[in-house]
């Protein structure tokens, strides 16, 4: 079965530093991965997909992610944070032949100025 | 991708009504799935819902709460019935695209008094 593990139910970083949001997943076949980010009110975007093509994937908005099959990871990155990326941030891996979601519990993100 | 529109986008309601939350694809899509997000918390799967078949539910969600109609490959329906103040959350509905990516309404806030 699969299973989706966010390691951090917060992070705080300043504006212009590198943003980490830690993933790890769980799953018995090469899987297909996700982050999805949630803004206050807002409905849910795809920041970037992962489906065993390039380990490194780049997202929208700057943000990037790099597959890690022997870590079991799956961490988002940025190389400098903005204001307009405080949000909430899922991670999530896709479930065998039924196309099902598996969620990870979210990061929220906050940005200090 | 998939452009996925709602309504409504909030509602009041009071304990024992029923309200239909109204899902529309700009595009025809196989598969439709339903969530609930308690605030706070991440994406739960109510159930998925496929043109020309019954819903499948997940479990903890039945049918004669959550009825779900699908009439075409473009559009869904999504009732929460009886309801009482613990149905108070958000539901989203998602549609499957291309390469396997399932895009998200923007949501429905219902609060029950």
């Known amino acids: 079965a699969q299973s989706v593990t966010q390691l951090d139910s917060h992070v705080s970083v300043s504006e212009g530093t590198p943003v980490l949001l830690r993933c790890n997943y769980s799953?018995?076949?090469?899987?297909?991965l996700f982050w999805y980010v949630q803004h206050p009110n807002k409905g849910l975007q795809l920041l970037l997909k992962?489906?065993?093509?390039a380990t490194l994937v780049k997202g929208i908005n700057g943000f990037e992610a790099e597959f890690k099959k022997s870590e079991t990871s799956f961490h988002l990155t940025k190389p400098s944070a903005h204001m307009s990326d405080a949000a909430e941030y899922f991670c999530?891996?896709?479930?065998?032949?039924?196309?099902?979601?598996?969620w990870g519990a979210g990061t929220k993100l906050i940005i200090k100025p | 991708s998939a452009v996925i529109s709602q309504k409504p986008s909030r509602d009041i309601c009071q304990r024992g009504t029923s309200l239909t939350i109204q899902c529309q694809v700009d595009?025809?899509?196989?598969?439709m799935f339903w969530y609930r997000q308690q605030p706070g918390q991440s994406l739960t799967l109510i159930a998925t819902?496929?043109?020309?078949?019954?819903?499948?539910?997940e479990s903890g969600f039945v049918i004669d709460k959550f009825p779900i109609s699908r009439p075409n490959l473009t559009f869904s329906t999504l009732t929460v019935s009886n309801m009482s103040p613990e149905d108070s959350s958000i539901y989203l509905c998602?549609?499957?695209?291309?390469?396997?990516?399932?895009?998200f309404g923007p949501g429905t806030r219902l609060l029950v008094l």
């Open positions: 999530v891996v896709s479930a065998d032949s039924n196309y099902q979601l598996i």
């Open positions: 799953s018995s076949y090469s899987p297909s």
């Open positions: 595009s025809q899509v196989t598969m």
């Open positions: 998602s549609a499957l695209a291309a390469q396997e990516t399932q895009y």
């Open positions: 992962y489906t065993s093509a």
């Open positions: 819902a496929n043109q020309g078949s019954e819903a499948t539910y």
